[in-house]
Each structure stands twice: as structure tokens, then as C-alpha cells.
């Protein structure tokens, strides 16, 4: 089994650095795909209440064998539910949906800046309750900018611990992760294949031939070395294992440096400042 790193988060819980996405799983099929995942060696599983899965994650994970405690789960709350009063009904039901009395990580799925008038802080204070009583054992946000963030730190009792933010080796979000470190707020890769996008980059390419390597691999890798937190999602046994199996090298800081440089801030996913819900 290979040993997967913990990150520290602000609040003094760790975090696997690397865990197993289930966006696009359909339910049907979540629960073999996170079981192979927890077989593999995977500790930390990434849902939200809208890829409609919690239920199935939850299964896979009271079936496994393994104690609560021993795997890490976040879910977010649902784009249609910032009200607080919406947010209290909804995070009920996602640890119904799991059937848990705690979630390790709570996450604002995305900040609507054009919606409910704004009005994210709200929503950023109704999540500090669920940390509070205890049921969120940490909470952050997901798909933040800069400018969002600095609005939450100015009105927050507590700070996010992550940012779940898109990042791939054409999308490395210097300035937002620069940000993020000063503010000491985790960063959290998703997409971090770029849903497959950035495999076939003659740069990766050649790297993972040099270390007898594949490409998602070493772009896996190359998020460790970044410090960010990363759940690729797969549905197929051999590339979640293939996907795990990035604890046993280590790109030279050239070689980071080389992937970084392909950087064309190209995201696949939408942009946060103008994305509705
Ligand atoms: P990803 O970058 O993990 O890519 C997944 C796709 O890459 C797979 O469908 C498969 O086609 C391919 N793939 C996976 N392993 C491979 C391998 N070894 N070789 C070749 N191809 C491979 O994309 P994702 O699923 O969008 O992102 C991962 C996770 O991030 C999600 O499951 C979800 O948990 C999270 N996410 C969060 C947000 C958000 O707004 N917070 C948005 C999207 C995704």
C-alpha cells in the first residue's frame, strides 16, 4: 500500500494529499468505483451534494471494513442552497445522504457572485456553525478568488482551511496559489488531469518516458510537489491504481519547473466571477 502524505491544514486537522474524485461518477456505479479506490490504498474521498453520489460514497466507504476515522470525506453544499437556512437543510442532508454524523471537510461549492445578491459571507458564517457544533470537522471554499477570499477575511471568525480550485499544468493559477499560501489556506487541485486534456503534451510526455513513468503520473506528481492536495477521478481499476502510484519518485525541480512553464491559464471548467450556478 503506498503511504499518501497528510497536509495540516490551519485548524490543526491533516488531510491525504491524495484522494479519489467522483464528479461524473454515476451513482449506479460509485459505489465499485470508490470501493476499488479504498482496495488501492485511497484514504480520502471528494463528493458534493450535486454530483448526486453521497449516498453511494457512503455505502462504499461503511462497507470497506475500515473505521470512519481511518477515511477523510468532503463534501459541498449545493449552489442552490447559499441561504442559510437552505445551507442548514442541505448539510443535514448530505450527512443523511453519507449516513455519517460528520463530514471532515464542508466546502462552499462555488461563491455566486452574482447571485443572492452577492451575499457569500452569509453563507461562509452558516458553515462556521457546522464547524462550531462540530459536524464539519473543517470547512473552506471552492472555485475562490482572490478578491472573494479577501471579503471572507475580513468578516470571518474562521478561516477557510482550502481552496478547491481548477488547476492543471495549462491552468497553474500562480497568482491565487501565492495567495492562498500567504493566507494559509490549503490549495486543492480538481481537475487536476485537466479531465485528460493535458496527457498528450509533448513536455509530459518526454518527462515520463525519462522516468519510466506515464503522463498522468507525472502530472499527478507534479501537483505533489506543488504542496497542492489532488483526487483524480477514474472509473477503470487500472488507472486507479495507476493513479496512486506516485509515491515512489520524485521530478527534480527543473522538471517541475518545465511542467509549470506550460502554463496558457486555459481553464476547461467556468470562470468563477461570472459562473451562476
Ligand atoms: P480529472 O482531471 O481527474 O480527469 C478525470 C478524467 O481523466 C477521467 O474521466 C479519465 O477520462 C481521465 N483519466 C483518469 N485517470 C487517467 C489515467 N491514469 N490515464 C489517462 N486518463 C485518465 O477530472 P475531474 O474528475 O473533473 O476532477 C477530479 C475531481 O475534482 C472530481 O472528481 C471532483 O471530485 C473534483 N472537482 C471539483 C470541482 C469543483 O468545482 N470544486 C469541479 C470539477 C471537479
Not at 482551511?161 to 488547476?167: P, W
Request: glycine share 8%; charged share 25%.
Amino acid at each position: 500500500m503506498p503511504v499518501i502524505p497528510d497536509i495540516m491544514l490551519n485548524n490543526g486537522q491533516r488531510i491525504p494529499q491524495f484522494g479519489f474524485g467522483v464528479f461524473l461518477i454515476p451513482p449506479p456505479q460509485t459505489e465499485a468505483a470508490v470501493s476499488h479506490a479504498l482496495q488501492a490504498g485511497y484514504r480520502h474521498v471528494d463528493t458534493a451534494e450535486m454530483y448526486g453520489n453521497e449516498a453511494e460514497v457512503g455505502q462504499a466507504i461503511s462497507k470497506s471494513g475500515l473505521s470512519r476515522g481511518e477515511v477523510f470525506v468532503t463534501t459541498k453544499l449545493s449552489n442552490d442552497a447559499h441561504q442559510p437556512d437552505d445551507a442548514r437543510l442541505a448539510f443535514e442532508g448530505s450527512l443523511k445522504a453519507l449516513g455519517f454524523d460528520y463530514v471532515d471537510l464542508f466546502l462552499i461549492h462555488w461563491p455566486l457572485p452574482t447571485g443572492y445578491d452577492g451575499d457569500f459571507v452569509s453563507t461562509w458564517r452558516t458553515l462556521e456553525e457546522f464547524y462550531r457544533d462540530g459536524r464539519a470537522r473543517s470547512i473552506g471554499v471552492s472555485n475562490f478568488q482572490p478578491h472573494h477570499l479577501r471579503r471572507i477575511h475580513t468578516e470571518r471568525e474562521i478561516t477557510p482551511a482550502v481552496n478547491q480550485i481548477e488547476v492543471n499544468p495549462y491552468l497553474t493559477q500562480g497568482e491565487l496559489h501565492r495567495f492562498c499560501a500567504e493566507h494559509e489556506i490549503v490549495v486543492e487541485a480538481w481537475s487536476p488531469l485537466g479531465r485528460g486534456r493535458v496527457l498528450a503534451d509533448p513536455t509530459v510526455d518526454d518527462i515520463a518516458r525519462r522516468y519510466g513513468k506515464t503522463p498522468a503520473q507525472v502530472v499527478l506528481r507534479w501537483h505533489i510537489e506543488r504542496g497542492d492536495v489532488v483526487f483524480p477521478k477514474s472509473v477503470t481499476l487500472s488507472r486507479i491504481r495507476e493513479n496512486i502510484d506516485v509515491f515512489d519518485f520524485e521530478l527534480t525541480g527543473e522538471d517541475v519547473e518545465a511542467i509549470t512553464a506550460l502554463n496558457r491559464d486555459q481553464r476547461a471548467g467556468p470562470n468563477p466571477d461570472t459562473f451562476a450556478g
